[in-house]
């Protein structure tokens, strides 16, 4: 077991009062596996992946435990993640491309990081440069300033520089988002690579974008409005969704080949609930076209067949029906 998630819950503290953008997250993610973490835009995704690494004002963590590798992760403490963070769980962040220091040298940038974690720079430059190496960069990269590099090039520097140290588990959140189309394609072959290469072991895809999910994930995780909504492996998601929203999300979805005429995109109707105040019960019931008195209550998340979870009602009653 990599990955153990148990009922997290994480509010941001506002004047207004809390947002509640996380509420009773419970999953896994195996030993080598790849799970893409998918929804709208504000339902969750990188409140999920902040939680695990960098848990800080103004949110605040309301209950939950994360499990690593067997031992428990304190994620509610910021001095103690910090033996944590790089070593045992890293990640590349949301617009990775502007994490890099632009007045200090690419080199400069990763000596001070591992430096900081007590490990030579010069003991790991040889594997340094194999990286590199692997990734397609030169090595005069080190000693170039980030404003010197393409888009593609710095979002590979920041991959190389997140793993550098074997993590177990990496989070990479959006890391296509202002790529090109065939960036986008090198950077997510890499991303795979870096498990096959075993610079880590397992890997969170952070994204709104499902054919890329489709592509490189082995599971994937639907969010909606802060609650988890459907787990299941890659095929399951997109072939046979169980959940109305994922169903509505991935009909909304364009397929190669087909032309407009042929097929118009449905959309979802509706828009997102506020999460200062959202309804209660299943947050996606006023936009479900299946939703019914029961809806009222928050329903459960749990397994209906093998490896695949959902958070429904009325898939509920056909399931047991069945």
Not at 242 to 257: A, F, K, N, Q
Request: net charge negative; with cysteine.
């Amino acid at each position: 077991m990599s990955l153990q998630v148990e009922e997290l819950t994480v509010y941001y503290q506002t004047l207004k009062g809390d947002v509640r953008a996380l509420e009773e997250a419970t999953f896994r993610v195996a030993d080598g596996e790849i799970m893409g973490l998918a929804g709208e835009s504000g339902c969750g995704k990188s409140t999920l992946a902040n939680s695990l690494i960098l848990l800080k004002p103004p949110m605040r963590l309301v209950k939950g435990r994360v499990t690593l590798d067997g031992e428990e992760l304190p994620i509610h403490d910021m001095e103690r993640m910090n033996s944590y963070r790089f070593e045992r769980i890293s990640i590349i962040p949301q617009y990775a491309m502007n994490a890099l220091n632009p007045t200090q040298k690419i080199g400069k940038i990763i000596a001070d990081l591992v430096r900081w974690r007590q490990v030579d720079f010069d003991d790991i430059l040889p594997e340094l440069k194999r990286r590199l190496d692997l990734v397609h960069l030169s090595y005069d990269v080190l000693d170039m300033y980030p404003i010197e590099l393409s888009g593609g090039m710095k979002q590979r520097v920041v991959m190389v520089l997140s793993t550098l140290l074997n993590p177990s588990l990496l989070l990479a959140d959006e890391i296509t988002s202002a790529l090109d189309v065939s960036s986008q394609k090198a950077v997510m072959e890499m991303l795979v690579s870096f498990r096959g290469w075993e610079f880590v072991r397992s890997v969170i895809v952070i994204t709104h974008d499902l054919s890329i999910l489709y592509q490189v994930a082995d599971s994937i995780l639907i969010m909606y409005a802060g609650q988890l909504a459907e787990k299941a492996s890659t095929v399951a998601i997109i072939r046979a969704p169980r959940h109305p929203y994922t169903r509505m999300l991935i009909s909304s979805l364009p397929e190669v080949g087909v032309k407009h005429a042929e097929r118009r995109l449905t959309g979802i109707p509706g828009t997102p609930p506020l999460l200062l105040n959202p309804p209660e019960g299943c947050r996606f019931r006023e936009r479900c076209p299946v939703a019914f008195e029961k809806c009222v209550d928050v329903p459960p998340f749990i397994q209906i067949e093998p490896g695949h979870f959902v958070a429904c009602w009325k898939e509920f009653e056909t399931n047991a029906r069945a």
